[in-house]
């Protein structure tokens, strides 16, 4: 019986995540679910899933959760942020499903690899902001770190055992891998006229054509910042250069993502968009298990097709490349700026446009600074959000 923890139990990781264990009772159980506000819905999974552990990270909504919670249940809610840090260390949890979303996963997430448990990694940010920190502490503490983005599961399962083994530290030109092709399917805005990209409005962002997500990722799919953030993921987990990355638009979202070999080889890993199929690869490595998914049926699917990726439609992307040339000061402080101005326009502050332009202006704006601890990081993100905010309010 592997316990879990779920750091963003209430959101759609979370709740496909909680989808899979459903399916494999005997396999897998919940110690603790983590959750910011949403005590409606925390509510309705402690029923389900009878957690030893209820966290609201949110104080006021901690003690909703506990004038609302049946004592019956026997369901420890706790609160705050250093709690929450000993929640993913405890001794009777085996791995830890890391889905908060943004900056705000990653003191929980990294305390997760600090204490060495097996880490299903799904906040990307995270990795984003720390990088060579976080890949540092998973060789210091031996944990086992499994990429849930559908692209990076995809790159795994298409990797050689060896490297499975040393995420964080692949040699890929000793493995014989010349390129990893990063599928991206362009959004809802790949064929809208470029024109018309300044008046799209939240809910046309939000509305993905093959995946359905929490919003902050759904607009970043849009942009394509998610692809970009998604390009310096790659860039940590597989150890990968520049000239060893390629992004592949793919609209249908039935391949992952490829591995190119230099003999001629490319392994893809294929599936329907749906994210438990990673999720109980993540869970049940190196088994597999039930997942839920419907089987790929290829006659349905019909056509795949092929495209190189814009620049001039998706400006985020090529800003979220150069970042990752420029170093971790340039990735966090991108990502931060990102946050801000996604926020921005989901509250209707900012064109869907300026969300490019917001980013670009903090990226050239950062002095270059080094970073050598976490401390550094949240002070150089909380800048960058500084920037942004006034940004946003100049717009
Ligand atoms: P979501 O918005 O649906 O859910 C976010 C979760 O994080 C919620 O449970 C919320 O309570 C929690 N949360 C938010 N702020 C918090 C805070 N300050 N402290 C603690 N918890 C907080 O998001 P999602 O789509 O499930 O995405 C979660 C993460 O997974 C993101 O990093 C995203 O990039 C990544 N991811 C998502 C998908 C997907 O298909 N949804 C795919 C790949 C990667
Ligand atoms: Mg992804």
């Given amino acids: ?31 603790a679910l983590v959750a910011n506000t949403s005590v409606d819905k925390m509510l309705e999974l402690c029923e389900t899933h009878r957690p030893q552990i209820a966290h609201m990270v949110d104080g006021q909504a901690a003690k909703s959760l506990k004038q609302r919670l049946p004592t019956s249940l026997n369901v420890e809610i706790t609160t705050g942020e250093d709690q929450l840090v000993d929640i993913v260390s405890a001794s009777g949890v085996d791995s830890v499903m890391a889905a908060i979303v943004g900056a705000a996963g990653l003191v929980p997430t990294l305390a997760a690899v600090k204490a060495g448990k097996r880490v299903l990694l799904a906040n990307k940010e995270s990795l984003v902001m720390s990088g060579r920190l976080f890949i540092d502490e998973i060789r210091r503490s031996g944990a086992r770190v499994l990429p849930v983005d559908s692209e990076h599961n995809a790159i795994y399962q298409a990797l050689p055992e060896s490297l499975q083994n040393n995420i964080g530290y692949c040699e890929l030109e000793k493995a014989g891998v010349s390129h990893i092709l990063l599928t991206g399917s362009g959004g809802p805005f790949l064929t809208s006229e470029l024109a018309s990209l300044a008046s799209m409005t939240p809910a046309q962002a939000c509305k993905h054509p093959n995946w359905s997500m929490g919003r902050k990722i759904s607009v970043d799919s849009a942009t394509m910042m998610n692809k970009g953030l998604e390009y310096i993921e790659a860039r940590w987990l597989f150890n990968a250069a520049d000239e060893q990355l390629k992004v592949v638009i793919h609209p249908q979202s039935v391949i992952h993502s490829m591995v190119q070999y230099l003999d001629g080889s490319v392994i893809a890993q294929l599936g329907n968009p749906d994210m438990r199929t990673p999720i109980a690869h993540c869970m049940a490595y190196p088994q597999r298990i039930q997942s839920g998914v419907e089987p790929l049926d290829f006659f349905k699917v019909g056509q795949l097709s092929f495209l190189e990726p814009d620049f001039n439609r998706f400006p985020c992307l090529a800003l979220a490349m150069e970042a990752c040339k420029q170093g971790q000061e340039a990735t966090t402080v991108v990502n931060a700026a990102n946050e801000i101005s996604v926020q921005a326009f989901l509250e209707n502050k900012i064109k869907f446009t300026d969300i490019a332009k917001v980013n670009e202006a903090c990226l050239s704006q950062v002095a270059p600074q080094s970073l050598n601890s976490i401390e550094d990081i949240i002070r150089l993100d909380l800048q960058s959000r500084t920037y942004a905010a006034e940004w946003v309010n100049k717009i």
């Fill in 1 to 31: 019986m592997q316990r879990m923890v779920i750091l963003g139990a209430t959101g759609s990781i979370g709740s496909s995540t909680l989808s899979v264990i459903e399916s494999n009772p005997d396999a897998y159980s919940v110690y």
